[in-house]
């Protein structure tokens, strides 16, 4: 697994503190946006970021995802320019662990041992791909593993006990839980099934939890926190840069994520 994303993940452990993990969709609005906000998104706290790789038909997405995919993808964004934008990030000077966030399909048109081959030489740590199934990620995760990358699983709180230990046992660097059963999107409260969910999750690995979907405030990180080990915020983040004006972008975005990595999770 990429080392740069174990010893974050160890760091996060070892303080004690409620872990962040932004999501930006690569190439929105621009990539020069995309080239701004990370640095920013480093600079106030994240764990890690996750990037979007804009897709047509992205099957998890709530609305204000699927928005910024679309506005993504009509700029012009490929995945050669995703690659291409992640490895300009590491040129910039980005150390934070940068996890591809995609479907699976243009992989496959891709070529999955060339895509993990030119994600690992420009800098990615790993990928989640929510429509890949473990029990047919074998292929993948062999590419992956041969490059150093981790394939991060997404748990369901439907998912069977049998499901939820299959994910945990293929998992690299952590497990990634949806709160509920339905696709990303800003909500006012996690549910309350949250931590029977995660206690199921914990009983199967030893890897940090994330949780996804739905946390959009400081009182949700809190709550995640009690449970879990990091969160994950995605729609949230993208109405604040889709709100800012076009200079203000990146500041807002990390002064956002500055505010969910508080000082007491």
Known sequence: MSERLDQALQKMRESNKTGVFPYVTLGFPTVEDTMAIVPALEKAGATLIELGVPYSD????????????????????????????????REAGVTVPLVFMGYYNPVLN????????????????????????????????????????????????????????????????????????????????????????????????????????????????????????AAAVGSALINVIDSAPAGERAERAGAFIASLVGNGA
């Open 58 to 89: 992205p099957l998890a997405e709530g609305p204000t995802i699927q928005s910024a995919s679309y506005t993504a993808l009509e700029a012009g964004m490929t995945m050669h320019k995703c690659i291409e934008t992640a490895r300009q990030l």
């Open 110 to 229: 891709y070529g999955i041992e060339a895509y993990a081959k030119d994600c690992a030489a420009a800098g990615v740590d790993g990928f989640i791909i929510p429509d890949l199934p473990v029990d047919e990620a074998g292929p993948f995760h062999d590419a992956c593993r041969a490059e150093g990358l981790a394939l991060i699983p997404m748990l369901a709180p439907t998912s069977t006990d049998e499901r939820i230990a299959l994910g945990a046992a293929s998992a690299d660097g952590f497990v990634y839980c949806v709160s509920v059963a339905g696709v990303t999107g800003v909500r006012s409260e996690l549910p309350a099934t949250l931590p029977d969910f995660i206690a199921r999750v914990r009983s199967r690995t030893s890897l940090p939890v994330a949780v996804g979907f739905g946390v959009s405030e400081r009182e949700h990180v809190v709550s995640v926190g009690r449970v879990a080990d």
